[in-house]
């Protein structure tokens, strides 16, 4: 580690105007993917109504190579256009001590390199949270359209995400996410492996952060665009917003009450 990064400045115009452009392309190309898919879906879904007079949440899901493969992707996507706006000021930060080191003709390192360790995490969650569709489907608790088919199961998943906003792993892991600067200090390593290792880092302090949320996907209905830009919203203001412990409390016990919501549905259900 080096205190190096500590002696950067703001970042100029047009390096600032290339990493927003960078962040930019990547969401909305993730966005763009995640807008298909879910439309795709609502298509097949409005299609088996018409013309066979059921819905697809009665069939048996498909879960051949390619579909696992797609599925992937489109996790992989929706993981990027849900958590790349967050990150924005670590990019930015990182962006902004390359270019003082470029200055002084010192070892630098692309910022879209930082950024493929950050993706490479939300990647490996979306291997876990296909695998995790999987399960969730042969057992009954998600639909082929990945819709919940459980008020309980729902209320599980509010309840615990609004119990681990308030958990020490939470706070740590959201300090870390809204300081790059201590994250700089903490974490710098140079050269492009030290960059892929600092940007996996980061993203690791991400998942830990957002992973309470994450899984609410599968509480509701994972494509409904609704929800996932809800969640993008509560993703961003959390890291970005001033107020970090009230943003953190806030969500917290909004996620407990609709989980108590979904527990009552369910009972009046049954």
Same mark, same amino acid.
């Given at each position: 580690?080096?205190?190096?990064?500590?002696?950067?400045?703001?970042?100029?115009?047009?390096?600032?105007?290339?990493?927003?452009?960078?962040?930019?392309?990547?969401?909305?190309?993730?966005?763009?993917?995640?807008?298909?898919?879910?439309?795709?879906?609502d298509e097949m879904e409005?299609?088996?109504?018409?013309?066979?007079?059921?819905?697809?949440n009665g069939m048996e899901?498909?879960?051949?190579?390619?579909?696992?493969?797609?599925?992937?992707?489109?996790?992989?996507?929706?993981?990027?256009?849900?958590?790349?706006? *967050?990150?924005?000021?670590?990019?930015?930060?990182?962006?902004?001590?390359?270019?003082? =080191?470029?200055?002084?003709?010192?070892?630098?390192?692309?910022?879209?390199?930082?950024?493929? *360790?950050?993706?490479?995490?939300?990647?490996?969650?979306?291997?876990?949270?296909?695998?995790? +569709?999987?399960?969730?489907?042969?057992?009954?608790?998600?639909?082929?359209?990945?819709?919940?088919?459980?008020?309980?199961?729902?209320?599980?998943?509010?309840?615990?995400?609004?119990?681990? +906003?308030?958990?020490?792993?939470?706070? =740590?892991?959201?300090?870390?996410?809204?300081?790059?600067?201590?994250?700089?200090?903490?974490?710098? =390593?140079?050269?492009?492996?030290?960059?892929?290792?600092?940007?996996?880092?980061?993203?690791?302090?991400?998942?830990?952060?957002?992973?309470?949320?994450?899984?609410?996907?599968?509480?509701?209905?994972?494509?409904?665009?609704?929800?996932?830009?809800?969640?993008?919203?509560?993703?961003?203001?959390?890291?970005?917003?001033?107020?970090?412990?009230?943003?953190?409390?806030?969500?917290?016990?909004?996620?407990?009450?609709?989980?108590?919501?979904?527990?009552?549905?369910?009972?009046r259900a049954g």
């Open positions: 580690m080096t205190k190096d990064p500590a002696a950067a400045g703001p970042l100029p115009r047009f390096d600032r105007l290339v990493v927003v452009g960078l962040l930019f392309l990547v969401a909305a190309l993730a966005w763009g993917f995640t807008v298909h898919r879910a439309t795709v879906m409005a299609a088996m109504w018409r013309d066979m007079n059921m819905s697809m899901p498909s879960w051949t190579a390619i579909n696992a493969l797609l599925l992937l992707v489109m996790w992989s996507a929706m993981m990027a256009a849900m958590m790349v706006p *967050g990150a924005s000021p670590m990019v930015s930060a990182f962006a902004t001590v390359n270019h003082r =080191r470029r200055q002084r003709s010192a070892p630098h390192v692309s910022t879209a390199v930082f950024l493929l *360790g950050y993706l490479l995490v939300w990647v490996a969650f979306s291997i876990v949270a296909t695998a995790l +569709q999987w399960v969730l489907q042969a057992t009954g608790l998600l639909t082929t359209m990945m819709q919940s088919t459980s008020h309980f199961w729902s209320a599980a998943l509010f309840l615990a995400a609004g119990l681990y +906003q308030f958990s020490p792993l939470k706070e =740590r892991c959201l300090a870390y996410c809204r300081t790059p600067d201590s994250f700089i200090l903490s974490e710098w =390593r140079d050269g492009p492996v030290g960059a892929v290792v600092m940007g996996w880092r980061h993203g690791l302090f991400c998942l830990g952060c957002c992973v309470g949320l994450m899984v609410l996907l599968f509480a509701v209905a994972v494509m409904d665009l609704l929800w996932v830009a809800a969640l993008t919203a509560l993703v961003t203001v959390e890291k970005l917003m001033p107020g970090a412990k009230f943003c953190r409390a806030a969500i917290g016990f909004g996620l407990l009450t609709a989980g108590l919501g979904f527990a009552v549905a369910g009972w």
